[in-house]
């Protein structure tokens, strides 16, 4: 069993604090999710808050709407590029970047890039994004990012393949450019639990990231509905899933251990907590003991 966290609304500086200690304590990865923006004014409802099929949480983020002006929002890349360059072992992921809202071109660079930097450590998680009024204010239409991000994720597999190629599509046109020189492996994770966005997981991507923190038994419905797909599309790879959990209690960790899971995530703001960095390092510590991860990390045995 590999034991990350999952991060939102943490100063990038912090975000380094958090990556060195994580690693230390024996986490596996830091997923960080974004906005670009954050709308002072906004109806549109996250598909994971109460009364959908896994809640983020709860109707707002740590106490607080999940966009806020008070939200700390930092670029994904950017932020994970530094904890990367501090660290050695600790994996990361974007969970996860709006795809839409940038052009593949540039996200197929930025992308390679931060591969390069924490030398093959890094996840991209993309998903198409919910808030209505972030696209507005970034003038990309709502409408339509679905084919977006189909059409983006195709252009990354191409530039990423290294050397001149062109791409003729619905959304994006352009003859033949260079993005990289040599082939690039970045893994890409696809999010959301609806039936079209299992579908397109199993399409299109290298493993799936839960949206929200589905309960046990939907993680259990979901898990065999990904594989049924994985099975129709004849699919024999690997597909990673990971999971958010609620709470950082081992028992919960076991019960997904005894069913196969691999990959579950805790959440930033049940483990970095306190006033100072020297609180939430020792509450990051204790989460860490508490899950068993030091004493995995110091004998080497697995979960």
């Known amino acids: 069993m590999r034991i990350g966290i999952s991060c939102y609304d943490v100063p990038a500086k912090q975000l380094q604090e958090l990556a060195v200690a994580a690693e230390q304590c024996g986490f596996d990865s830091l997923w960080l999710g974004e906005h670009v923006v954050a709308p002072i004014h906004y109806t549109s409802h996250h598909p994971t808050q109460p009364g959908s099929d896994a809640e983020h949480g709860s109707s707002d983020y740590n106490g607080k709407p999940i966009v806020d002006p008070s939200v700390d929002l930092v670029d994904p890349?950017?932020?994970?590029?530094?904890?990367?360059?501090?660290?050695?072992?600790?994996?990361?992921?974007?969970?996860?970047?709006?795809?839409?809202?940038?052009?593949?071109?540039?996200?197929?660079?930025?992308?390679?890039?931060?591969?390069?930097?924490?030398?093959?450590?890094?996840?991209?998680?993309?998903?198409?994004?919910?808030?209505?009024?972030?696209?507005?204010?970034?003038?990309?239409?709502?409408?339509?990012?679905?084919?977006?991000?189909?059409?983006?994720?195709?252009?990354?597999?191409k530039a990423w393949a290294g050397g001149a190629f062109e791409f003729h599509g619905e959304h994006y046109d352009f003859d033949l450019v260079h993005a990289c020189a040599r082939p690039v492996h970045v893994p890409i994770v696809l999010g959301g639990n609806s039936e079209p966005a299992?579908?397109?997981?199993?399409?299109?991507?290298?493993?799936?990231?839960?949206?929200?923190?589905p309960t046990f038994d939907q993680a259990r419905a979901l898990r065999d509905r990904l594989a049924e797909l994985q099975a129709e599309a004849g699919r024999t790879d690997l597909f990673p899933t990971t999971w958010r959990i609620g709470t950082p209690d081992p028992e919960v960790v076991s019960q997904y251990a005894a069913e196969g899971f691999e990959e579950l995530l805790v959440m930033q703001y049940d483990v970095w907590v306190g006033a100072t960095l020297e609180e939430k390092r020792a509450s990051l510590e204790r989460a860490a003991t508490t899950l068993g991860l030091t004493q995995q990390r110091l004998t080497g045995a697995s979960l």
């Open 198 to 213: 299992l579908r397109r997981a199993v399409a299109l991507a290298d493993g799936w990231f839960s949206s929200g923190i």
């Open 77 to 157: 890349l950017i932020a994970l590029a530094a904890a990367a360059a501090c660290t050695t072992t600790i994996g990361f992921a974007t969970g996860i970047y709006l795809l839409p809202l940038r052009h593949p071109l540039l996200a197929a660079r930025a992308a390679a890039t931060l591969g390069n930097v924490s030398d093959g450590r890094f996840r991209l998680g993309v998903g198409s994004g919910w808030l209505l009024e972030e696209f507005d204010a970034l003038g990309e239409p709502f409408v339509g990012r679905t084919g977006r991000l189909t059409e983006s994720i195709q252009v990354l597999r």
